[in-house]
């Protein structure tokens, strides 16, 4: 990452990258996984394929917004760490539900967890991220978290594939749920970063994560 990127940023940046790409990985393949494991049949699979992404996009709707208004209530961003935190982690054990999935209601109450994990993520993630941004390096540092996020997605895009024509559908379900737990870990970094108090503060910027 360029110089001058202050650690929170760079911390949220990176993390953001393996939680994305662990599941760009699942992105080509899980219709395929639909098929073989759940209904075997393709008419069928689109059908469920269908009707989960449906349930995740509308039980995420519903939620981020009052989520998202509880924790600009709350003074202080500890409530927005853990929020972040608690989502991913919530996230990082939906892969592995698929192992043990075999009927299409498994994949639609995962969606609904996956949802309910990401619309705990998404509002604090981004409060945080807009909070501790730069001065003058606004549009370079969401710039870089784009970029980053199709770095991954390039990457996974293709080794999805690869790895389920190789070893299957376990060892991809198995390294996506490990790339989003590291991702998790790496939000442990900045925890004593995070303001406890009040939110409204003016957050200085952070010594530079890089030495110039």
Do not use: C
């Not at 995740?56 to 202080?76: A, E, V």
């Not at 995962?110 to 619309?119: C, D, E, K, V």
């Not at 509002?123 to 970029?147: L, N, Y």
């Not at 390039?154 to 190789?166: C, M, N």
């Amino acid at each position: 990452m360029p110089k001058l990127v202050n650690k929170i940023i760079k911390i949220l940046i990176t993390s953001d990258f393996f939680l994305n790409l662990g599941w760009g990985l699942l992105g080509p393949v899980f219709a395929i996984f639909i098929i073989q494991k759940i209904t075997g049949d393709i008419a069928k699979a689109a059908e469920v394929a269908g009707f989960a992404s449906l349930i995740y996009w509308i039980t995420k709707s519903l939620l981020q917004i009052p989520i998202g208004h509880y924790l600009d209530k709350n003074r202080g961003e500890k409530d927005d760490f853990w929020s972040m935190f608690l989502g991913e982690l919530i996230i990082a054990f939906v892969p592995i539900g698929y192992l043990f999935s075999y009927m299409p209601w498994h994949i639609y109450v995962l969606q609904i967890i996956y949802a309910i994990g990401m619309s705990l993520a998404i509002p604090a993630w981004s409060a945080i991220f807009t909070r501790h941004i730069d001065k003058g390096k606004e549009a370079v540092q969401w710039s870089m978290e784009s970029t980053f996020l199709g770095i991954g997605a390039g990457i996974a895009g293709g080794l999805g594939g690869f790895i389920v024509s190789i070893l299957g559908f376990k060892p991809l379900f198995i390294f996506v749920s490990l790339l989003n737990i590291f991702s998790v870990l790496l939000l442990l970094l900045i925890r004593n970063d995070i303001s406890p108090k009040n939110k409204e503060i003016i957050i200085m910027p952070i010594r530079p994560f890089v030495e110039p």
